[in-house]
């Protein structure tokens, strides 16, 4: 028998065997809706749990975007017999919240995001069987850590790049910019905001990035004195692979070469440190930073699909 329940901490140990990512992010994660927070228990066991995350653009609500969007989280206990029936129960009760959400703010473009890998073509249909629709495509880029790729490019008639090692002679820093490791400290936030938002016309979710940091991953940027030019956060994603995401530059340095530059030396930093891989995603229509990222040697491996719910797919905003 399938009971629907919310979260109490009595089921922590439970939540952190089940998946880890998943109990941390209900645990410490300011942006997620404690309210959607849905748990499933199969004869008093836990089988499968659901969230909602607000992504930075729901934290702006009084701005005029196109969409506001809200990120569910679902899962069910692999290979449960019941583990359909589980996945049905746990995403209708994230619609559900998400439509109560929606119902609150008229007049704003709410959407209830949902993330699936290109291959799982099963898990797109079954979305699309619950009313989702198939919206933008990421592309998930590698770069192998341990030696050149086809794609490298050759910087002023150079020859093919070797490696990253090579990388930092046709990418260097431009005189006058030094990069470093960066704390979160109320300066540098602030500063970020301010360049992030500058860079994105929004600025990413702070509650995001501090949950990120406090599990590990680090920030990386390109000073100028106190000023701030471009940031990239890095983070283990397994014991060979590192994500290299959050990569922006002020608009006004863009094209000095600050961007490369920096995202250079995460690559030879995160080599050192034995990584085997560094990986990002990006939005398929973002072709400048896609090119960049070609030339430094990143390759397309994958795709994600971007699934969204709408309670009202007429709704025509402003």
């Not at 960066?182 to 936030?189: A, I, K, S, V």
């Not at 990386?220 to 060979?240: C, I, K, M, P, Q």
């Amino acid at each position: 028998m399938i009971e629907l329940t919310s979260y109490d901490p009595r089921f922590d140990e439970e939540l952190t065997a089940f998946d880890v990512q998943m109990a941390a992010e209900i645990r410490f994660h300011g942006d997620v809706m404690p309210e959607s927070v849905c748990i499933a228990l199969a004869d008093g066991q836990v089988a499968g749990v659901a969230y909602i995350i607000r992504h930075a653009t729901f934290l702006h609500l009084r701005k005029n975007l196109e969409y506001y969007y809200l990120h569910g989280v679902c899962k069910a206990l692999p290979g449960h017999p019941e583990e359909v029936e589980i996945s049905d129960a746990l995403l209708e009760d994230l619609k559900e919240t998400y439509r109560r959400t929606q119902a609150e703010h008229p007049g704003k473009r709410i959407a209830l995001r949902m993330w699936c890998g290109a291959e799982k073509t099963d898990y797109a249909e079954y979305l699309m069987a619950h009313g989702f629709k198939m919206s933008r495509i990421m592309p998930v880029m590698v770069r192998k850590l341990n030696g050149g790729t086809e794609n490298e490019k050759p910087a002023d008639g150079q020859n093919d790049l070797t490696g990253t090692d090579e990388l930092r002679k046709h990418f260097p820093l431009p005189d006058g910019y030094e990069i470093r490791e960066m704390q979160l400290t109320d300066d540098f936030t602030a500063e970020y905001r301010k360049v992030n938002g500058a860079a994105f016309s929004l600025p990413d979710s702070m509650e995001e990035l501090r949950f990120y940091t406090a599990g590990g991953a680090r920030i990386f940027a390109v000073t100028r004195g106190e000023s701030l030019a471009a940031a990239l956060t890095t983070w283990r994603v397994s014991d060979t692979r590192a994500a290299t995401e959050n990569i922006f530059c002020r608009p006004s340095l863009k094209r000095k070469g600050l961007t490369s530059a920096l995202i250079v030396h995460v690559l030879n930093l995160l080599k050192e440190e034995g990584y085997e891989e560094a990986s990002l995603s990006l939005f398929g229509e973002n072709q400048p930073a896609f090119q960049l990222y070609e030339k430094l040697g990143y390759e397309v491996q994958g795709f994600i699909l971007e699934a969204l719910y709408e309670a009202d797919r007429s709704f025509r905003p402003y």
